[in-house]
């Protein structure tokens, strides 16, 4: 009985000293990530996953690196199929106002979709890989109606509104042709601005721009033709162009913006190890829904992404 009771003591610590460390070594590399430089050098930001709506902690690190007279630059790298439309309005507003003084290039990976698109057409230059996903102009708003499920379940739902038009976004009430057609006028405004804000960042005539936008996405090779994306390559290629529009050499410092939150919780908690093992044990296509399902799920209100 004692020994069972110690070999429970010493899990018990085990499992604290476990956690400790996970959290010793988060903040360590969290410290590493965030070295302030007085050095001259160029930012690098990682928008990765889907996005959501508050993107205050990117905007401020943005805002405080555009004012800083130590950061020369930014080199964007973007990995996302979209998110929100709020956020990918505000980081494109962010990047704008950063672009307008200083050089920004943006390096797509597997996609720069969507809202990831529209935050990255402020940027004086865009990269992307042949096989990139990008594009995929337009707004998305969806509504599920449960009223006639609940109707077969005996369940009725009455709504008191001030007016009709405030239970159409409820999917407790049924759909009325009034409310698709307002719910339509909100996604077709929100679909202008993205269309706009794309003419504006590429230089292109907005008729074009509509012609192009009528959701679908592109490769960075059809992108390249389109005007959508300047450049095909990697990393390195959009570094090459920022160090010319800079006129530094290639060994010219670059810091991280932010620390690395684009992992997955699991990377988060057990690192990038462990979480290559889930992968391989779940496969990379279960592991890619799981990560962008989850997060879309999270989303209020009209997206811009690309549903995969």
């Given at each position: 009985?004692?020994?069972?009771?110690?070999l429970l003591y010493w899990r018990i610590a085990a499992i604290f000293c476990f956690v400790f460390a996970c959290i010793?070594?988060?903040?360590?590399?969290?410290?590493?990530?965030?070295?302030?430089?007085?050095?001259?050098?160029?930012?690098?930001?990682?928008?990765?996953?889907?996005?959501?709506?508050?993107?205050?902690?990117?905007?401020?690190?943005?805002?405080?690196?555009?004012?800083?007279?130590?950061v020369t630059g930014l080199l964007l790298v973007v990995d996302s199929p979209g998110g929100g439309v709020t956020g990918g309005e505000r980081l494109h507003d962010a990047i704008a106002n950063f672009a307008a003084v200083k050089p920004v290039v943006v390096s797509?990976?597997?996609?720069?979709?969507?809202?990831?698109?529209?935050?990255?057409?402020?940027?004086?230059?865009?990269?992307?890989?042949?096989?990139?996903?990008?594009?995929?102009?337009?707004?998305?708003?969806?509504?599920?109606?449960?009223?006639g499920l609940l109707s077969r379940?005996?369940?009725?739902?009455?709504?008191?509104?001030?007016?009709?038009?405030?239970?159409?976004?409820?999917?407790?009430?049924?759909?009325?042709?009034?409310?698709?057609?307002?719910?339509?006028?909100?996604?077709?405004?929100?679909?202008?601005?993205?269309?706009q804000m794309v003419a504006?960042?590429?230089?292109?005539?907005?008729?074009?721009?509509?012609?192009?936008?009528?959701?679908?996405?592109?490769?960075g090779h059809q992108a390249i033709a389109l005007n959508l994306v300047d450049e095909l390559g990697?990393?390195?290629?959009?570094?090459?162009?920022?160090?010319?529009?800079l006129h530094v050499s290639s060994d010219y410092p670059v810091a991280a913006l932010l620390p690395a939150h684009d992992q997955h919780w699991y990377e988060n908690l057990f690192g990038r190890r462990r979480s290559a093992m889930l992968e391989w044990m779940i496969g990379t296509q279960a592991e890619f829904f799981l990560k962008e399902r989850a997060a879309s799920l999270w989303l209020d209100g009209p997206v811009a992404i690309l549903q995969l």
């Open positions: 009985m004692l020994n069972g009771r110690r010793v070594s988060t903040k360590h590399f969290s410290s590493r990530s965030t070295i302030a430089s007085t050095k001259p050098h160029i930012a690098r930001l990682v928008i990765r996953g889907v996005i959501k709506n508050d993107v205050s902690r990117v905007t401020d690190a943005l805002a405080k690196a555009q004012k800083s007279p130590s797509m990976g597997d996609m720069g979709a969507s809202a990831a698109y529209m935050l990255s057409v402020p940027a004086q230059h865009l990269v992307a890989r042949p096989s990139t996903l990008t594009g995929s102009i337009g707004v998305i708003m969806q509504r599920a109606d449960v009223s379940w005996g369940v009725a739902m009455d709504a008191i509104t001030s007016g009709k038009m405030k239970d159409q976004t409820d999917p407790t009430s049924a759909l009325t042709p009034e409310g698709r057609a307002m719910l339509q006028g909100l996604v077709d405004d929100l679909f202008g601005q993205f269309v504006n960042g590429r230089h292109m005539p907005v008729e074009k721009v509509r012609e192009l936008a009528d959701g679908r996405a592109y490769t990697d990393e390195n290629v959009a570094r090459r162009w920022l160090d010319n529009r």
